[in-house]
């Protein structure tokens, strides 16, 4: 019983994190516009489904919103998006460079 409560508690303090993310990212003012290059540590929001770069891809919705954290070494861009780790994806997804011109940038106001 320890186990499997401290996993119920663990679980329930993910999905509390989770949707504390997903309510700050959706509430990001400033303005989106598209980009041709991405950095990392700046928010995204796909303006055109498209599928990840993963072997097995995740569509990843219009109007998804996350976050750059890395850029692998095929200047792919790794990018966790908060709301779609809620509905059991994986927490980072990969977008590939070919498909940055589905994607607009937040510039802070």
């Not at 569509?59 to 990018?79: C, E, F, H, K, S």
Request: charged fraction near 25%.
């Amino acid at each position: 019983r320890g186990i499997a409560h401290k996993r119920h508690i663990m679980s329930k303090q993910l999905e509390d994190h989770l949707q504390t993310q997903i309510e700050e990212y959706s509430q990001l003012t400033g303005s989106w516009s598209q980009t041709t290059r991405l950095q990392p540590g700046r928010y995204i929001e796909i303006s055109q489904e498209v599928l990840s770069g993963e072997r097995v891809p995740t569509l990843l919705p219009r109007g998804a919103r996350g976050a750059v954290i890395d850029i692998d070494d095929d200047q792919d861009y790794i990018v966790f998006f908060p709301g779609l780790v809620a509905n059991g994806c994986s927490e980072k997804l990969l977008l590939l460079k070919a498909d940055v011109h589905n994607v607009k940038m937040l510039r802070p106001s």
